[in-house]
């Protein structure tokens, strides 16, 4: 019994490990190529996002939806987005390799295609919540998101929306 308990802890442990840094490995490799032409990114902090979602809930005229989308966004702590359609192609390909093999070894949530481009969501699954959200598109667009969203609060968005 204690060596079941102790194996499943270190898988566990193991597990959690992996997934730990790839975000940041993604970061470090996008700052590798921040001098790249073409290639654009956009930070936004906790500071920035807080500043950004009490401007926005200061406006006024903000319908039930707009309030909904500000409390799924309470959970947000970090948002990168890096534009890379635009860098020279022997450069993309470079950065599209490497930012699949940081990708590969992360939970895939969702994956849609049309035509050549490919669509991914990574994510790290706890039931009703999710955490560290990575958008990729092999079109040129990365997007690292380090935080917690509620499930439930988004299934309810987008039943208001329908």
């Given at each position: 019994m204690k060596?079941?308990?102790i194996t499943l802890f270190l898988l566990s442990?193991?597990?959690i490990s992996a997934w730990a840094g790839k975000p940041e490995k993604l970061e470090r490799l996008a700052r590798q190529y921040k001098d790249e032409d073409g290639i654009e990114m956009v930070s936004f902090g906790r500071l920035?996002?807080?500043?950004?979602n009490g401007i926005t809930s200061l406006a006024g005229d903000l319908d039930k939806?707009?309030?909904?989308?500000?409390?799924?966004?309470?959970?947000?702590?970090k948002?990168?987005?890096?534009?890379?359609?635009?860098i020279p192609s022997e450069r993309k390909a470079a950065f599209t390799a490497k930012a699949e093999r940081?990708?590969?070894?992360m939970d895939?949530?969702?994956?849609t295609k049309d035509g050549d481009d490919t669509f991914r969501i990574y994510a790290i699954d706890d039931g009703n919540i999710i955490r560290d959200c990575i958008l990729y598109s092999s079109d040129g667009?990365?997007?690292?998101?380090?935080g917690r969203f509620n499930l439930d609060a988004i299934g309810k968005l987008i039943d208001m929306a329908e």
């Open positions: 060596k079941t308990i442990a193991t597990l920035g996002i807080r500043l950004f939806e707009d309030r909904e989308v500000l409390k799924i966004f309470r959970g947000l702590k948002i990168m987005i890096i534009n890379f359609e635009d940081i990708l590969s070894g895939l949530v969702m994956e667009v990365l997007i690292i998101t380090k």
